[in-house]
């Protein structure tokens, strides 16, 4: 080998091994700037959402309830009945009064504010397309089935009541839901964009959002929220 053929040869090999150090260093960089418990793509739980579901931005209505074309599938969920105010409870105060919606699992609406006068309650607004709501509702069912445990109302939003209470049946969930199809209990509740969010109605009729909003994982976790909102500050 000549010694100019020999030159171009060490070379070659030293602009491999550099090559071979800067894609070692771009590698690391990028998994020291990846944020610590962030699923990657491919990973056993990069399809697992762990967080509530940002929404985008946008007109939060839905279709009402057909109750002809719905009669079917409320039968399949069997939902428990939507609440009902009782006779001689106290007026409907706080931000529910004068909020009147459907209830998803039977004909007819709900006046929210008088159904829950007086009785604490645990709200939750979901969807059926949103996977951290679907993960959280069979938790919210358990919780709701423990002795002492908060009513749930669920209020569906943004979706279409079929596929809402086809949800549910999947689910095996059957505390009542009502839906908003003019997103006024979302304005009355200053409801933020993101789903799952879940709020403790208060005998006073005040509201606490359970913030920062999570999903919930087990009932015992549900059941701390409550303990912890349940009263007002100060």
Same mark, same amino acid.
């Given at each position: 080998m000549s010694r100019t053929a020999a030159v171009g040869a060490l070379l070659r090999r030293s602009d491999a091994r550099w090559t071979v150090v800067v894609i070692v260093l771009a590698v690391?960089?990028?998994i020291a700037l990846w944020p610590p418990g962030t699923p990657r793509?491919? +990973?056993?739980?990069? +399809?697992?959402?762990?967080?509530? @579901?940002?929404?985008?931005? $946008? #007109?939060?209505t839905s279709p009402a309830p057909d109750d002809a074309e719905l009669a079917g599938?409320? @039968?399949? %969920?069997?939902?428990?009945? !939507?609440? +009902?105010s009782a006779p $001689?409870?106290?007026? /409907?105060?706080?931000?529910?009064?004068g909020i009147i919606v459907p209830c998803l699992g039977a004909p007819g609406t709900v006046d929210l504010g008088a159904a829950l006068a007086g009785r604490p /309650?645990?709200?939750?607004?979901?969807?059926?397309? !949103?996977? #951290? !709501?679907?993960?959280?509702?069979p938790?919210?069912? %358990?919780? /709701? %089935?423990r002795p002492g445990a908060l009513p749930v109302v669920g209020i569906n939003v943004q979706d279409q009541p079929a596929d809402a209470l086809d949800a549910l049946t999947a689910l095996g969930a059957h505390y009542p839901s009502v839906t908003d199809p003019d997103a006024a209990l979302l %304005?009355?509740?200053? +409801? #933020?964009?993101?789903? #799952?969010?879940?709020?403790?109605l208060r005998p006073d009729g005040s509201v606490a959002w359970v913030n920062p909003p999570?999903?919930?994982?087990?009932?015992?976790?549900v059941a701390a929220a409550v303990a912890r909102f349940a009263e007002p500050v100060g």
């Open positions: 690391a960089g990028v793509a491919g +990973s056993p739980t990069a +399809s697992t959402t762990a967080t509530p @579901q940002v929404l985008d931005t $946008g #007109p939060r599938r409320r @039968q399949q %969920a069997a939902l428990e009945p !939507c609440p +009902s $001689g409870s106290s007026a /409907a105060t706080g931000p529910l009064a /309650a645990l709200l939750n607004v979901w969807a059926s397309w !949103c996977r #951290p !709501c679907r993960e959280e509702i938790v919210l069912a %358990a919780y /709701a %089935a %304005a009355a509740l200053r +409801s #933020p964009p993101v789903l #799952p969010v879940t709020y403790v999570v999903v919930f994982r087990t009932p015992d976790e």
